[in-house]
Structure formats: structure tokens, C-alpha cells
């Protein structure tokens, strides 16, 4: 992942109105087919999530004895009533999966608030007030950003404790520098312009300049990032769940189901390939939304 | 030059303060003493206890440990580990090369691969060739690494029988390592059949390890070579009537390959933590698994300096890129 901050220079050419600018960004956006796909394909997850219970055939934790590792509905020992087969130990994968739907993009979504929220707070504070404040600030940023994500996320959650709340804040902990700088550079271009000396001139106050002020015209790059940062979350939760250190088995989390199909690689290929195929999927459409929103949100900075 | 180089040199400074600040803090922040969460749930004797507090110098005022612990990292002294009682720094020396010939197979893996495609894909753009590229960056870019891995132990080591599922080399083999590389150690022994095996147990790790990397390469070559492509100097070398080989091969390039070179420095992170997964899965004896090996057991002097040296290593790899990078252009050092 990086930072978009060094790639963002010169000035907005904003259209009067929100609502003006809102049809400018989807004339942009829709042109782009790729990302009206991923919108479609995250909505519809966010709806699975919502509903999981509802749509789900069987209770997620419920063993069914009599149909142990029981592969998918198309393959020759199949049964109908688990489509996507069932685990070691009987549990229906289709349930899991779409139960666990929760708890990936739950993970994602808090993760992506915890990083923005102290991300966009520490970048506002160091381009604001520069000098010292500013070199400590980005000093820090630097250390976190020195140590590999992944590995930082394991260290800390060795610390927490493993669980998946843990795994969250680790991981927002890790991501939430790229925020930092991208408000900050965003920040400092944006402090010298008329319209900001015009508010300090008619009294605002410092709270009011960062976040009324300046806030609003450096969302466009912060939006992209926070995109990729949820993929990236997302990524980095079930990586952690994977290797034992996020959400803790029984609980359906991708990762952790992954964890504990691992023996099984050689035997049964479904409790493998689905949990892993629904993160993949559910990234890629994050992707694709990221990329479209980038091409929209920016027009300088389109890719093809 | 000189004072360009001296410039990064003491802008890290910090940066490296700051490491060993995390690295040293991370066993004091643990909730509890060190010594009792090692002990874990077994619990210790309170004389135990004791002594063992003293013996790795818990019970003196942090700021003492603290500059004892610098003190001892000048002098290459990272602790000993818990579980085998050797120094960290020897275990962490021993593996890493291990990771490095795997991370330099998936480095080298994914220009070989990426560059071409990214600079075909740019030079067609629009074509069923740029689609069906970017389509496949996204979706290596997209990857859980960890589950590819998985799919391809299922598919070449299970189904196929082609490559072997975990491991360095084949336990019908042993030689003494003279370099650390497999590939390189495995040559030398002339042993027949060890350079094969040796192949062959790095292959699947490499693809896994390179899925990455190779994606954000593609892409970022892909980009950088449309922008070039549509500035001026492109426009004049066609306008010449250059062929359309050396107008791509020899302008274009060698200018989009500057961001390029910073994208593929940028990947040595990423890949000391994707190594962390691809060596837990294809059980590959590098600093990665010791890494999560060491978390599990609880060895903390050895997660202690594994994270330090992980964090000395990028910062290395990186200040080599910066160097190069105000080598390339100029432009940069000023």
C-alpha cells in the first residue's frame, strides 16, 4: 500500500455546488465499470453481513455428525442441503462463511474508523501547527512505518492478548501513519490559501480552522485511502487470524477457518478453497471501488 | 554526494532511536513481569522468580536496562533466546539467509515478470492483453497470500505430485552450508540431484512469495510508461521516425523506470512480512516462521531482536534505494 500525498499538487477545480460536485463525481465514477462492479459486489456483501442469520441454511456452529468433511453438492458424496460441503467436524461452510461475512467487514470497517479518526487527528495537528510538534509527530509516524505492518500487528497482538478485537487495533495502529501523512501533506497546501487566512481573519478559532476549515477540502485523498486501507485491513485481520493470533476458533472468521482447514489441504480441497475464495472476492471489490473512486475523486491522477 | 549520503544518514538517526525505544519497551509494556509471562501458565517459584529477575536485570531502574541494552547491540549482543539458550543474534544470522534467497527468487520472479508486462500492457493499451494483465494484477494484488499458497500446495504438491510441500532441499541430502543458499550450497556439494531438489522446494514458495510484488510492479510500470509516453520528448523521438522499438525500448523506459525502481524498494517490507506467511506455510526454516515460532513460544529476547533486526534490515534496504535513487536523478540530492 502507499500513500497518494506526494501525488496530490495543485488546486481543486471545484464546482460550485455539493450537489454539482457529487454528479461530477459519478459522471467519473460510473464510467468505470470496474468499480461500479465493486460497489455492487460490496453492497451486496454489507447486505449478507447485515441479514447473515436470516440467510444462512444452518446454524454455523451446529455439528452435524453424520456428514463429516461431506464435500460440496456438485461433487460425487455431496448432499444438497450443504452446498458448499461441511468441515472436520460437520459444520456447514456456506453457513460459516456467510456468518463470518460479519466479522471480516466488521474488523475492516473498525479498523478503517480507528485509523482515520487518530490517523486524520495526528496529521491535522502536525501540518497545522508545523515546526516541532510537526518534526516529533512525523518522527513517530516514521518508526511505526520503519517495521513491516504485518509484523508490527503480530508483536502487538502478542502484547493484547490474541483475539480479534486486538487484531483490530493493532492493525489500525499499523495503518493509521499513511493517514497522518496524507492529512498533514494535504494540510500544508492547503494552509496557505486565501480562503483559510480570510476564516483566521474573520476569528476562527484553531479547532474550527483544522477541522471545519481546511478538513473538508482535503477529503478526496483521505476517502481513496481509507478504500485501500479496508482491503488492506481486511487482509491483514484474516492474515492474523491465519496464523492463530486473531479471532480464535470456533468463531467463523475467514482467517481463523483457514487456520483450522490447513490439515485438511490434502484431503478436502472445499474446506481450503471457499473461506480463502470469499476474501479474495470481497478484497478485489474493494479494489475495484478504490480504483474508481481514485479516477474520480482525482482526474490527474487516472491510471489508463 | 557526500553530503546527500551524510544528510540520510543522519535523518535516520531518529528513526533508529525510535526502534530500539519499541523494541526495548516491548517486553516492559507486557502487562505483568517479563519473567512470569514467560513462565506462562506453568507458574514459577517465587526464589525462581526471583533469581531469574535478577539474572536478566528486571529488577533494575529502566533506564539502566535501557542503555545496558544499547550498550549490548553495539556490541552485536542481542540476549539469548529462552528456549535454546543461544544468542539471538546467531539464530537470527543463521536463518536469514534462508529468507533473503527466498526473497531475492520472488523480488527477481516479479521484475522479470511485472516489468515486461506492465511496459506491454502500457505500449497496448486497450488491448485483450492490457485486460487480461491488469485483470491479473488485480487480482494478485488482491491476493491472501496465505490461501494462494494453500491452493498451490493443494494443486502442484497434491494433485500433480510436481513439487515437494515443505522445506529447503530433500532429506537425502546433507552438506554443510558454505554461503547460507541452498541453491548456491546445494551446487557446490556436487551431490547429483541437489541442486534439482533444492529447485524444486523453492519454486512454489517463490510464486507464493512474488504474487505481490509482481501485481503493484505491473501496475506501477504500466502507469509510469503511459505518463511517459505521452510527454514530448516521446512525441519528438517518433516524430524523428525512430522505430517504435527504440522509441519505447530507449526513451520510454529508461524514465518510467525511476518511479519503478522506488516501487520495487518500496516491496522489501512487504516481503519480510509476506515471508512471515510463506514460510509458515511451506514450514521454510527463515526468520519469518522463527519470527511467529518465537511469538508462539514465548521467547521474548528472540521476538525482541528479531523485531529490531526486521526493522534495521528495511530501513537498510530502503536507505540503498534512496541512494540509488539520488544517484539515477540528480534532481533528488538537492
Known amino acids: ?3 497518494t500525498s506526494s501525488l496530490r499538487e495543485g488546486a481543486p477545480t471545484a464546482p460550485a455546488s455539493p450537489r454539482g460536485r457529487l454528479r461530477e463525481f459519478w459522471t467519473y465514477f460510473s464510467e468505470n465499470r470496474g468499480a461500479v462492479f465493486g460497489l455492487w459486489a460490496l453492497a451486496a456483501l454489507v447486505l449478507v453481513a447485515v441479514f447473515a442469520p436470516l440467510i444462512a441454511p444452518h446454524d454455523p456452529g451446529h455439528q ?23 468441515d472436520a467436524i460437520g459444520r456447514d461452510i456456506l453457513s460459516r462463511l456467510i456468518v463470518g461475512s460479519r466479522f471480516s467487514l466488521f474488523a475492516g470497517f473498525v479498523v478503517v474508523v480507528l485509523a482515520l479518526v487518530l490517523g486524520v487527528t495526528t ?8 515546526g516541532r510538534v510537526d518534526t516529533l509527530i512525523m518522527r513517530v509516524m516514521d518508526i511505526i512505518l520503519a517495521f513491516p505492518s504485518l509484523v508490527l500487528a503480530l508483536v502487538l497482538v502478542a502484547i493484547l492478548g490474541p483475539g480479534l478485537t486486538n487484531a483490530m487495533i493493532a492493525v489500525a495502529l499499523v495503518l493509521q501513519p499513511h493517514f497522518a501523512r496524507l492529512t498533514r501533506a494535504a494540510v500544508i497546501a492547503e494552509k496557505g490559501r486565501d480562503y483559510v487566512t480570510a476564516a483566521r481573519l474573520a476569528g476562527a478559532g484553531r479547532g474550527r480552522l483544522m477541522f471545519v476549515t481546511i478538513l473538508p477540502n482535503c477529503l478526496g485523498p483521505l476517502i481513496v485511502q481509507a478504500t485501500l486501507s479496508f482491503s488492506n485491513a481486511i487482509l491483514d485481520a484474516a492474515a492474523l487470524g491465519f ?4 479471532a480464535q476458533p470456533p468463531t467463523p472468521e475467514w482467517g481463523t477457518m483457514l487456520a483450522e482447514a490447513r490439515e485438511f489441504i490434502l484431503r478436502a480441497w472445499w474446506v481450503v478453497t471457499f473461506p480463502g475464495l470469499a476474501i479474495l472476492v470481497t478484497v478485489i471489490a474493494i479494489n475495484l471501488l478504490g480504483d474508481g473512486l481514485r479516477d474520480a475523486l482525482d482526474p490527474k491522477l487516472k491510471r489508463s | ?5 551524510f544528510g540520510r544518514l543522519w535523518t535516520l538517526a531518529p528513526t533508529l532511536f525510535g526502534i530500539t525505544v519499541i523494541a526495548f519497551g516491548f517486553v516492559r509494556v507486557l502487562p505483568g513481569d517479563p519473567i512470569l509471562l514467560m513462565a506462562g501458565e506453568r507458574g514459577i517459584s517465587a526464589e525462581r522468580h526471583a533469581e531469574l529477575m535478577a539474572q536478566f536485570g528486571y529488577d533494575r531502574p529502566l533506564w539502566e536496562q535501557y542503555t545496558d541494552y ?51 500492457a502500457a505500449v497496448k493499451r486497450g488491448s485483450w492483453f492490457d485486460h487480461t494483465a491488469m485483470g491479473a494484477a488485480l487480482v494478485g494484488y488482491s491476493m491472501p497470500i496465505f490461501w494462494w499458497g494453500l491452493l498451490l500446495i493443494i494443486l502442484f504438491a497434491g494433485v500433480l505430485e510436481w513439487t515437494p510441500v515443505s522445506g529447503r532441499i530433500s532429506l537425502l541430502y546433507y ?7 541452498m541453491l548456491i550450497d546445494s551446487l557446490l556439494s556436487g551431490e547429483e540431484g541437489a541442486f534439482a531438489s533444492a529447485v524444486s522446494h523453492l519454486v512454489l514458495p517463490t510464486i507464493v512469495l512474488a504474487t505481490i510484488p509482481l501485481a503493484v510492479i505491473a501496475r506501477q510500470t504500466r502507469s509510469a510508461m503511459l505518463e511517459v509516453l505521452g510527454e514530448d520528448y516521446v512525441r519528438t523521438a517518433r516524430a524523428k521516425g525512430l522505430s517504435a522499438r527504440r522509441v519505447v525500448g530507449l526513451h520510454a523506459l529508461r524514465n518510467a523506470m525511476i518511479p519503478v525502481v522506488t516501487t520495487i524498494g518500496l516491496q522489501v517490507g512487504l516481503l519480510l512480512a509476506g515471508a512471515i506467511l510463506t514460510e509458515t506455510i511451506f514450514s521454510w526454516p527463515g526468520v519469518g516462521k522463527w519470527l511467529i515460532d518465537s511469538i508462539f513460544r514465548r521467547d521474548y529476547p528472540s ?27 540528480p534532481r533528488i540530492r538537492h
Open chain 1, 243 to 246: 496464523l492463530g493470533m486473531g
Open chain 1, 1 to 3: 500500500m502507499s500513500d
Open chain 1, 123 to 130: 496529521g491535522l495537528v502536525a501540518g497545522f501547527f508545523g
Open chain 2, 70 to 120: 544499547v550498550a549490548g547491540l553495539l556490541h552485536g549482543d542481542l540476549g539469548l533466546s529462552i528456549v535454546t539458550r543461544q544468542p539471538v543474534l546467531d539464530e537470527f544470522l543463521s536463518l536469514f539467509p534462508a529468507t533473503v534467497e527466498l526473497g531475492l527468487c520472488a523480488i527477481l520472479l516479479a521484475v522479470l515478470i511485472g516489468v515486461p508486462a506492465g511496459v506491454l
Open chain 1, 64 to 86: 452435524f455428525r453424520d456428514a463429516l468433511l461431506a464435500p460440496p453438492a456438485w461433487v460425487d458424496g455431496g448432499r444438497a442441503e450443504f452446498l458448499l460441503g461441511t
Open chain 2, 303 to 329: 521476538v525482541q531482536g528479531g523485531l529490531l533486526m526486521v526493522a534495521l534490515v528495511v530501513m537498510a534496504v530502503n536507505l540503498v534505494v534512496d541512494l540509488l535513487y539520488g544517484l539515477i536523478n
Open chain 2, 1 to 5: 554526494m557526500l553530503r546527500f549520503i
Open chain 2, 175 to 181: 552438506f554443510e552450508p558454505v554461503t547460507g543458499f
